[in-house]
């Protein structure tokens, strides 16, 4: 499955049904009087969130979305139908913004969650409603509103509880692949991972814990440089990062700080997010690197617990998910 998680779509609203002139015209009523029905009011368009899509691929093919117009008003005061709203079902975690405004409509996180992006117009009045002891036969009527227009910008922001960061070749997918079932392609030359790779982790209580593989980045990924914000977007959901570091490359310690600079160049609150920092590839490490050395240093500088852990061979792993569990249940207690 092709993940997408940018669109612009156009979506419209229906217009409303014009309300008419008329008259009664019934045998023995010789002054029927004006009978004109109203327009019906257009259909509206709505986003709904759903857990059946786990990407925004649809919109990728159908960019233009309207709802259904509002009928024209009847005779004998018949008020015209109402316009059948559009209803369009996107992946929970979709962002949706006014690409001209840059507005925020709302975030789709749960399922079920609606939001209105376009209002259907008003019906227009018919001659009844004008009507008066001036003009006992008015020979007009209003004309329906026009449904809103709007351009619109969809993004997907994973909703994983632990996004696992660093840079290309950090071993993430390896790592992901590890502790849940998912099986992301694992090669040796970066980016090997371009989209995100969703796993599912079991807790020791039965419950599972959403780890999300988020594509490496690079220096200026806060500006878009590499896969840029395609990386940094993804992770401003979750609740725990998961700062992955290997230490058989050339400088541990500048990826280290590579990775936390693009954090705080990109803010929305990254930079506080609780981590975890884990020195992967510790069995292939050269003897030039002291890794407790290295992890107290760590330590200091992030105030984070750090482990030592081999994403291949599995050691460390059950220690350092301890940790994870431990820490989600605190930042859950304490939201």
Not at 228 to 254: C, K, Q, S
Request: charged content about 25%.
């Amino acid at each position: 499955m092709q993940f997408i998680d940018q669109a612009e779509i156009e979506v419209e609203a229906g217009n409303g049904g014009d309300g008419i002139v008329a008259f009664r015209r019934e045998k023995y009523v010789p002054a029927g009087g004006p009978s004109g029905g109203n327009g019906g009011k257009g259909g509206s368009v709505f986003f709904v969130a759903t857990e059946n899509l786990q990407t925004l691929l649809d919109f990728k093919y159908i960019h233009r979305f309207k709802a259904e117009d509002g009928g024209r008003g009847g005779p004998n005061n018949r008020t015209g139908a109402n316009g059948s709203d559009r209803i369009i079902p996107v992946a929970c975690g979709t962002s949706v913004y006014d690409t001209e405004t840059d507005e925020l409509f709302g975030d789709l996180v749960e399922p079920g969650q609606t939001i209105c992006v376009a209002q259907g117009g008003k019906g227009g009045l018919g001659n009844q409603h004008f009507l008066s002891n001036r003009n006992r036969a008015p020979e007009y009527a209003l004309p329906g509103l026009a449904g809103e227009k709007r351009l619109l910008r969809l993004e997907l922001k994973l909703l994983a509880e632990v996004g696992i960061i660093g840079l290309p070749n950090a071993g993430k997918s390896t790592l992901i692949s590890a502790i849940s079932a998912a099986r992301p392609k694992i090669a040796d030359y970066p980016f090997t991972t371009l989209e995100p790779n969703l796993g599912v982790v079991r807790k020791p209580n039965g419950d599972g814990a959403v780890f999300a593989d988020i594509p490496g980045l690079i220096e200026g990924a806060h500006e878009g440089v590499g896969l840029g914000h395609d990386f940094l977007r993804h992770i401003e959901r979750t609740r725990l990062l998961l700062h992955l570091i290997d230490v058989t490359a050339e400088d541990p310690m500048g990826n280290y700080q590579t990775i936390e600079q693009e954090l705080q160049a990109y803010g929305r609150g990254l930079p506080e997010r609780p981590q975890v920092l884990a020195l992967n590839k510790m069995d292939a490490v050269s003897i030039d690197l002291d890794l407790e050395e290295f992890a107290s240093e760590l330590r200091s500088l992030r105030h984070a617990p750090v482990f030592l852990i081999s994403a291949v061979s599995h050691n460390g792993l059950e220690a350092m998910l301890q940790e994870i569990w431990r820490m989600l249940e605190e930042t859950g207690a304490r939201g």
